[in-house]
């Protein structure tokens, strides 16, 4: 029965193919309109020990000028082309794609593998399986054919919309295979064992296939690491600054090493530890670019990069604090621009507001020179991977990395996130010993760094202190690593106050959930009725399952986090807890002032929920009032935003009853 084969199950079925017909056979015999490497190296390892015969259509444009070609010039021209193809496409910068290669040329080498061209202008697509004598006996048959419009490409298996059918008719396949050996018999050889040494004048010349003396590899390994620029060709710290600051060697290789990143990947990663100057090396950097400049930093730096900016005399920078891209976006003007973002890490989870707005703005330059990102922290990488990704796609494309090792950088990180949130789930579930899934937790951190160093720059203490001229400059500024003891355990005697302190910790301790805080205020989502919630996500237009199944989730999230924050405050001192709790009591009367008197409970529009891990990571809890209506001094301004309501009908009654048990 014959297979059609579409885009709905064509996955499937082409996996099918790869993995249950090709082994099976000892010949395959394909007739396509086109044929390029990329389609040949989708199914290159299936391909290794059959023997395969090409026969590809000509093109409409070329019949004039082949008929006073000699056969020699035509597959002269094919390899020409067919090679050039393959470098300006950059289709073997990858290791699964190299070997796809060097399986493509052994078999030329051993003639296992032909391509002709047919003398009439052909476009058929027929992939001819030819079984093993064994196969054909099980099969009582002697193959099967595929017939459809997939071309040998690419394209013609992965991106366009193709349709093809699959006959294991024996009859079909004998007329099928027939019909191709009378026109491979009246055809032009283009690729053959014959012709390998014409191909191998052309693909010489793939980076790859370049072998360079050792001496000059061993020259080139010196470079990269011991690279040092003249004074000249850079400016430096001390020079900039008149005598202000030193030029201490590990901050001339930062810069150094981070204008030529910013060169070849249009944005850097500084993550050094702290101490070390970032601030200092980024200032040298936009002087040294002289690009009109952008700071975002957190409030209390703000003062400090004003200072480093006039110091370093990068004139007309402007500085706006983490809650003010918005008005960065706004008052940017069209050109190339320098960005430079302070403790990046606070921006990891790119479905924040402030996100996707860091995000247009470092994307939008309106001109076609993209902008320069310099992205600062210490921290960069003690997260999800989706947070580390966050970071890089500030200045990568992802589906058109700069990195050579990858093309697409979106396939990647799902595919690292997967295999995260499998060990997540194991740690759960305690499948395995702990030791054994912190050992792949620990490999998957390493293969994320290597993948993305060419876009970091990061000295651990360790790297300080192993290099010489490094370390010396440290001690010239009495600058010294502390060493990590084994944590000693300090009890603490509350005296009289302990019982209060106990009961008040256990009542808000997130994850208790004995506790009759049960943080309402901010998860009014949980409370809808089910039978309403379709409808309510819909108002708040989350229409779609993978939104309506998120956005409650991160008002539960919202819940645990203003938990966590107070059991913080409460363990700071009792001043901080007492504003926290005030601020808290104050958001839970307006919730139920606007329940009583409007009927309603204002939820926070989509894609405009405040960083929760942002919100426990701050140094104060002013932020608490990112989750109250009264931010805005009217209301009509969070409605043109998208604020929307849930109506107290659609709630459960138990909702305004758990708010007030939490003020009481």
């Known amino acids: 029965m014959a297979t059609r084969i579409s885009s709905r199950n064509f996955d499937t079925e082409v996996k099918k193919i790869i993995n249950n017909i090709i082994p099976g056979c000892k010949n395959i015999y394909i007739r396509v309109g086109y044929f390029y490497f990329s389609g040949f190296s989708l199914i290159a390892k299936s391909l290794k020990d059959k023997n395969i015969k090409i026969l590809v259509g000509i093109e409409s444009d070329q019949k004039t000028t082949n008929i006073v070609k000699s056969e020699k010039e035509i597959a002269e021209e094919y390899l020409r082309k067919f090679s050039e193809t393959v470098d300006k496409d950059e289709i073997l ?33 027929e992939f001819i399986f030819e079984y093993s004598d064994k196969n054909a006996k099980v099969f009582n048959s002697p193959g099967q054919t ?6 040998l490409t690419h394209s013609g298996f992965i991106s ?110 500084i993550a050094d530890v702290v101490g070390l100057g970032k601030s200092i090396i980024a200032s040298a950097i936009a002087n040294n670019l002289g690009l009109r400049t952008i700071v975002i930093c957190p409030p209390h730096l703000k003062e400090q990069w004003k200072d480093y900016l006039y110091k370093f005399k990068v004139k007309g920078a402007r500085i706006y604090t983490s809650g003010k891209i918005l008005d960065a976006l706004n008052e940017d003007t069209p050109g190339q621009k320098l960005i430079i973002i302070d403790e990046v890490h606070k921006f990891r989870n790119d479905e924040t507001k402030d ?10 330059s309106n001109g076609k020179e993209p902008n320069k990102i310099v992205l600062l922290s210490a921290t960069p990488f003690n997260n999800k991977p989706s947070d580390t990704f966050s970071l890089i796609k500030l200045f990568q494309i992802p589906t058109r990395s700069t990195l050579q090792t990858i093309t697409n950088l979106s396939v990647y990180f799902e595919r690292i996130s997967k295999t995260y949130n499998s060990l997540k789930r194991e740690q759960i579930i305690n499948k395995r010993s702990a030791n054994e899934i912190n050992e792949d937790f620990k490999k998957l951190g390493e293969e994320i760094r290597n993948i993305i160093s060419p876009l970091i720059i990061r000295r651990s203490r360790i790297d300080l202190e192993n290099i010489k001229a490094y370390d010396s400059d440290l001690k010239k500024q009495n600058i010294f690593f ?89 363990e700071s001192s009792t001043h901080s807890f007492s504003i926290t709790l005030d601020r808290v009591i104050r958001s839970n009367e307006r919730m ?55 109506k107290k009908d659609q709630l459960k009654k138990n909702y305004i009853e758990d708010i007030k048990n939490d003020l009481d």
């Open 93 to 125: 910068d990858k290791p699964d794609e190299r070997d796809s290669y060097f399986i493509f040329k052994k078999k030329l080498k051993d003639g296992t593998l032909e391509v002709r061209q047919n003398k009439r202008i052909d476009h058929s697509k």
């Open 146 to 151: 595929m017939v459809g419009s997939s071309n």
């Open 160 to 269: 366009n919309q193709e349709t093809n059918v699959l006959i294991p008719d024996p009859d079909n396949f004998k007329n099928t295979k027939l019909d191709f050996m009378d026109d491979w018999e009246n055809s032009i050889p283009l690729l053959n064992k014959d012709k390998t040494k014409i191909f191998e004048k052309y693909s010489s010349k793939f980076p790859f296939e370049q072998t360079p003396s050792p001496y000059l590899m061993f020259v080139r390994v010196l470079d990269e690491y011991f690279k040092d620029r003249s004074d000249d060709e850079i400016k430096l710290p001390k020079d900039i600054t008149e005598d202000y600051f030193e030029n201490y060697k590990y901050q001339k290789d930062a810069i150094a090493k981070g204008l030529d990143i910013l060169k070849d990947h249009n944005g850097v990663l």
């Open 355 to 364: 996100y996707l707005n860091l995000y247009q703005l470092c994307h939008d």
């Open 482 to 570: 502390p060493k990590v003891e084994d944590p000693i355990l300090l009890t603490y005697d509350l005296d009289n106050i302990e019982d209060i302190y106990k009961k008040t910790l256990k009542v808000i301790a997130p994850g208790n959930d004995e506790s009759n805080y049960k943080c309402a205020r901010y998860k009014p989502l949980t409370y809808v009725k089910p039978e309403c919630l379709n409808e309510v996500l819909d108002e708040g237009g989350y229409n779609d399952d993978e939104k309506k199944n998120k956005l409650p989730q991160q008002q539960q999230n919202i819940h645990d986090f203003i938990k966590r924050m107070m059991v913080r405050r409460f």
């Open 592 to 646: 139920i002032e606007y329940y009583e008197t409007k009927g309603v409970v204002p939820v926070y529009p989509r894609n405009q929920l405040p960083d929760l891990e942002e919100l426990y990571g701050s140094e104060d809890d002013t932020q608490i009032d990112d989750f109250d209506i009264e931010k805005e001094s009217k209301l009509e301004k969070l409605i043109d935003k998208g604020l929307w309501f849930i």
